[in-house]
Every structure is written in C-alpha cells, then in structure tokens.
C-alpha cells in the first residue's frame, strides 16, 4: 500500500522577496493550482523559526513533502536539511527577482514568472519520492568514487594516504580505495587496468580491477 502524503508549501517574503513579489498570490497559486494541503508564509524562512515552523509541521501535522518556494536548492541548505520528507525548492530570488530588471514596468513579468516557478516546484513535489537507495545492490562501503572533472592525482592520494593516519587517531580500520568517475568510466568501455590507471593506487581497488581484467 502506498504511504499516505501530505503536501506543504512554504514561500518566504525575506530577501527583499515580499518587496517584488506579491506573496500572498504566491500562496493562493499553491493552494488551489499546486493543492497543496498546507501553505505558510514566512518573513525569514531560513531563520530558526521558519525551520522550527517547517519541523512542527513535520512532526505534528505529518507533513511528507514538502515545497519550499525562497531561494536557489543550492542555498540554505544545512537549514533545510529535513532527511525525512521528500523536498522541491521554488527559486523565487536567484530565478525571479534577481534576473528581472528593476521597475515597476517589469512587475508583471516578475510575477508571472514566480507564479510559474511556484507551479512547478508544487508539480514537481507530487512526483518525487524520499530516496531509499536501490535495493537490488549491496550496501558494501568499500569503495569512494569522487569528482570526474579535473583529477588531481596528489588530491587522490592523499585521500587513500590519510586513512592510516585516521586509523592511527580513531582506533579505525579504513583501507578504501578511492578511483575517480572517469577511471569507472574508463573500466565500463573496456579499458585495461593500466589504461584505467588502476595500477597506481595507494590502495588498491582489487574488486574493480578483477572487473577491468575481465574485460581483456
Ligand atoms: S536566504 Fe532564502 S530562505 Fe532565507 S530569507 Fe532569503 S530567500 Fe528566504
């Protein structure tokens, strides 16, 4: 049986966002267009009462998704760290009134544009789901996949370098083998083990190499 859900959005005014936007017309959109079972409005979301207001809701009026419609996902977001609910973010301020020009004469586009955003922010929140990881793999730690942009191979290094110093301060057993996305990549399209650059490792990363030998 499907869990139940109970929506919430949350549109803050801070920001100078309740100067340019028409706020209250933010919070009808999503009540009656987004349906959202719950729509506050905060002057400073991000402050400890709008996140306590967000956590009350959580635990009292078990609210599971949740839409906060303020600043970009990429902002505030050890304050809107809620690992229990499903969450979509609205970027009224770096998505709307950042990027329209000043002037009354752009008012309605500015609105327009963050009546959209709120659309789609509740939109987007009846689709999404809290992750749970796939279950069709193994929950095995022992391996750590970092960027696959530019590799600095010192930066590598050093990652499998001071595990042994942290086993040394923490009493721990860390000995995981640290390889880039590209390196996986280079593994997936049947690279070799050396072309992979799988040979250079501090610590080795055997099960990966068993894959690339494998593959030749
Ligand atoms: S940083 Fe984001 S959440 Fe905080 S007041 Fe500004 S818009 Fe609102």
């Known amino acids: 049986m499907m869990a139940e859900i109970k929506t919430a959005a949350y549109i803050c005014s801070g920001c100078g966002l309740g100067d340019k936007l028409d706020v209250a017309q933010l919070g009808k959109i999503a009540q009656k267009e987004g349906k959202m079972a719950l729509v ?11 996140v306590q207001m967000i956590r009350d809701d959580i635990e009292k009026e078990a609210v599971t998704h949740i839409c906060i419609a303020a600043c970009s996902r990429r902002s505030k977001t050890e304050a809107f760290n809620f690992p229990t609910v499903a969450m979509t973010r609205a970027n009224l301020r770096e998505g709307v009134v950042w990027v329209v020009a000043e002037g009354s004469e752009h008012d309605e586009v500015r609105q327009e544009m963050a009546d959209d955003y709120v659309r789609m922010g509740c939109a987007e929140l009846k689709k999404v789901k809290l992750p749970e990881g796939n279950p069709n793999t193994t929950h ?22 001071y595990q042994s110093e942290i086993n040394k301060k923490k009493g721990t057993k860390l000995a995981m ?31 990966l190499k068993k894959i690339a030998e494998r593959k030749k």
């Open 177 to 207: 083998p640290v390889v880039y996305y590209s390196q996986l990549m280079a593994v997936a399209y049947g690279s070799s083990l050396k072309e992979a650059g799988l040979d250079g490792h501090v610590i080795q990363p055997e099960r």
């Open 140 to 161: 095995l730690k022992n391996i750590l996949v970092v960027g696959g942009g530019m590799s600095c191979q010192l930066c590598q290094a050093n990652v499998e370098i």
């Open 40 to 50: 506050r409005e905060h002057d400073f979301l991000c402050n400890s009462a709008g």
